[in-house]
């Protein structure tokens, strides 16, 4: 037998308001316990909180609230913490005061600890003789319940439990079983008016080591608004279990999850609730990424089929040189007025005489005709002198009327539309039109440029040499080298006179040095 009950079963009402009742404790031993249930009748409150010098409580499942009565029921659990006679106090939630309020209570002692809720079950009807029928997750929990009586309660006698027929000294009867059995269970009354109450089951806590019951988190609240019910923690498991591994952490990044919590339900050693929580690991774990599932594949080798015969028509091999990138701005080309030669005459050939549909922006495809052959373009190479800024406008070609003899050649159809391409080709990335020219070189020849002539306005001195410097500095028009004068520098031949330190200008051929005029002359 797992729990043992201490004392009797009894209980306190009055009519109106109940703010405190009367608790005797037996023991203060390890694992002694009380279970408490309050009850409004025909009110619209519920208590919240029970305290007391002899025991530390709390609630124990979720509060019910009945359209029969009406009645607002919640279950305490006391763990008893000194063996006296103290005095409970009642906290009530919010709402109106019932014409009647009561109270039941039991004190047990058990070997396992103070126990848990594993099933909770409320009792709302018009008239019954039998309470909430209750499935135990394993054998030797406690089965405990008060119930309002529509008139006045009479004991059963299901096997295994103890009634109280009149606990609140009102008519309203409680029951307990101590060791209830694997299967269903509930108690059957005497009489049949049995209307509002909850009956609970307890069992053991988890065994040392196991994980406590997981409170919700931030995402879980932020989410779900509702209230939450967790499952309770399995019964302890009846052998040691098998070292688990670590997963090791990926080498890829995987993809971000999207935020959830993991319950996993598992029995082990017997029957265990169904939902448990999985205890933490025993080794330290590391920090996973948060991350969707990566699926990584082995390289296969495959071999493809040999395509069908292409369609008529070539497509034009893309150029092999690099384009220089194009400003954004329409395309000008202006070119300079030149007389060449034809080097390979051709015929031109004749607009076409009726207007031509506009073609689908696409990369150009040749077609060749029987009996025709046609001449391979070329590109034409970068220009190896700065071009000038083109004006923003659509493409212009300006010629310089030539006067040309052409070769005679195979007559071409006039006028004749390309055909659409039948392939589909890839769309291109947005760019602007490109116009390939072949340029042949010409041959010209340059008038020469006329002698530079740099005047000299003689003095009345007769034009020394001393004046045509002067009037040179005064005017700022410097010949390349004054006629008579070579550079300072190095001395050529022993004609020349080296300049001395510091002196800049021209000197003579005299071996003489020369120094300017003076500002009077």
Request: hydrophobic share 35%; glycine share 10%; aromatic share 6%.
């Amino acid at each position: 037998m797992t729990y043992t009950a201490v004392g009797s079963l009894t209980g306190a009402s009055v009519a109106g308001a109940m703010t405190s009742f009367s608790l005797t404790t037996g023991s203060a031993a390890s694992g002694e316990f009380v279970l408490c249930e309050v009850l409004d009748f025909g009110g619209a409150r519920t208590a919240t909180a029970l305290s007391s010098s002899n025991a530390t409580w709390a609630a124990l499942g979720s509060p019910a609230a009945t359209t029969n009565g009406p009645a607002h029921c919640q279950v305490f659990i006391g763990t008893v913490t000194a063996a006296s006679t103290a005095t409970v106090t009642i906290t009530w939630g919010a709402g109106a005061t019932g014409s009647f309020e009561g109270c039941a209570f039991q004190e047990f002692s058990s070997t396992t600890g103070i126990p848990v809720l594993d099933k909770q079950g409320t009792l709302d009807s018009t008239g019954t003789s039998n309470w909430v029928s209750l499935t135990p997750a394993a054998a030797g929990e406690a089965y405990f319940g008060y119930a309002e009586n529509a008139s006045s309660a009479i004991s059963g006698s299901t096997s295994g439990y103890t009634y109280n027929a009149s606990v609140d000294g009102n008519g309203n009867g409680a029951a307990y079983n101590p060791n209830c059995g694997a299967s269903a269970t509930f108690p059957v009354w005497g009489d049949g008016n049995e209307q509002a109450g909850i009956m609970v089951l307890v069992m053991p806590p988890p065994a040392a080591g196991g994980s406590p019951q997981a409170r919700p988190g931030r995402t879980w609240l932020r989410r779900f608004h509702h209230r939450q019910v967790l499952l309770p923690p399995g019964p302890p498991a009846a052998a040691a279990g098998v070292t688990g591994t670590i997963q090791p952490t990926p080498t890829l990044t995987p993809p971000r999850r999207k935020p959830a919590r993991a319950i996993v339900a598992s029995q082990k050693g017997g029957i265990a609730p169904a939902g448990i929580i999985q205890p933490p690991p025993t080794v330290p774990v590391p920090r996973r990424r948060p991350a969707r599932a990566v699926v990584q594949f082995t390289p296969v080798t495959t071999t493809n089929q040999v395509p069908a015969a292409a369609p008529a028509g070539t497509v034009q091999p893309p150029p092999t040189l690099t384009p220089p990138r194009l400003r954004p701005f329409r395309a000008v080309v202006e070119f300079t007025p030149v007389t060449t030669t034809n080097l390979v005459p051709g015929q031109q050939q004749p607009p076409p005489t009726f207007p031509q549909q506009r073609r689908r922006l696409v990369r150009a495809v040749i077609r060749g005709q029987a009996g025709t052959i046609g001449i391979p373009g070329t590109i034409q190479p970068a220009p190896t002198f700065p071009q000038q800024r083109r004006k923003p406008a659509r493409a212009v070609i300006e010629f310089t009327p030539v006067t040309t003899v052409n070769q005679a050649g195979a007559a071409g159809p006039a006028g004749t539309v390309q055909p659409r391409p039948t392939l589909t080709w890839p769309r291109k990335r947005p760019a602007r039109a490109s116009t390939a020219l072949l340029l042949h070189p010409v041959r010209t020849v340059n008038q020469p440029a006329p002698p530079l002539v740099v005047p000299v306005n003689p003095l009345p001195n007769g034009g020394s040499t001393e004046g045509a410097l002067w009037e040179m500095a005064r005017t700022g028009k410097w010949p390349e080298r004054p006629p008579g004068f070579g550079p300072v520098g190095p001395v050529p031949s022993s004609s020349a006179v080296p300049p001395k330190p510091g002196e800049r200008g021209w000197v003579g051929k005299r071996k003489r040095r020369f120094s300017w005029p003076k500002q009077d002359e």
